[in-house]
């Protein structure tokens, strides 16, 4: 069965303007991409694309994606002095616009950010009415929408590690509502991303961490 949108998905969510898709959508792309680092960025490189290339300053999308990096909610009333703020942070960014890029949907961004040796790459895509679609997160297909708790498993390539992970997840009875698997090639890395309706618990976490074949695992509570 389809999933129904509720009243509160097709009017957008509480937020600054002027516009959900090119504000809302941007903040809450930049959230996930800052919570995907997992910790507040030192640089930052953001390439708006298509339609997003031609409007990002006039519907304040630059303002949107700093605030977003910076932790800041879609109804933050600090989204309008974003860029002052993240220079007081000390974080050091750069726009980049690419106007024609077919193969993506017209409101995309790209964001590069690195804090010490860490860094991560996120490609998103703002949907409409503050909705979002995180198409890619360090070159892995995601198509996570930030709505749910979320898992991140980067791991070697084995048989059964699927429904191995999933069986650790029935157990604290913690029901998957999307999962995409993408890997580099067959036997190579692959990173599984799991949206759950509930957190799943520590324990279990910690024990998927200590599994020989696992590498990393990330875990995003819902934006909001």
């Known amino acids: 069965m389809a999933e129904r949108s509720s009243i509160f998905d097709m009017i957008g969510p ?16 930049a959230l996930a991409a800052r919570r995907i680092l997992g910790m507040q960025p030192e640089t930052a490189v953001i ?7 031609t409007t990002y300053e006039g519907h304040g999308s630059d303002r949107a994606a700093l605030a977003g990096l910076l932790g800041y909610s879609t109804d933050d009333a600090r989204i309008r002095d974003a860029a002052s703020h993240a220079e007081e942070a000390g974080l050091k960014w750069q726009f980049k616009p690419v106007g024609n ?3 993506l949907h017209p409101n995309s ?4 950010l690195t804090a010490g040796e860490h860094s991560a790459e996120v490609l998103g895509e703002s949907l409409g009415g503050g909705v979002i679609n995180i198409k890619e997160v360090n070159g892995f297909t995601a198509n996570i929408s930030g709505n749910t ?4 498993i980067l791991a070697d390539d084995v048989k059964g590690s699927i429904a191995f992970i999933a069986d650790i997840l029935s157990h604290d009875d913690c029901n998957i509502a999307t999962m995409t698997c993408s890997r580099k090639g067959k036997n190579d890395i692959a990173c599984l991303f799991i ?14 961490e200590s599994l020989r074949w696992v590498r990393e695992i990330h875990y995003m509570d819902r934006l909001g």
């Open 109 to 112: 961004i790209r964001l590069k």
């Open 101 to 103: 890029a077919g193969t």
């Open 47 to 53: 390439t708006f694309y298509n339609s997003f290339a």
């Open 14 to 29: 509480v937020m600054i303007g002027p516009s959900s898709s090119h504000t809302a959508g941007v903040v809450r792309i």
């Open 195 to 208: 949206e759950t309706d509930s957190e799943p618990r520590k324990l279990s976490v910690q024990y998927m």
């Open 149 to 152: 708790s979320t898992l991140m």
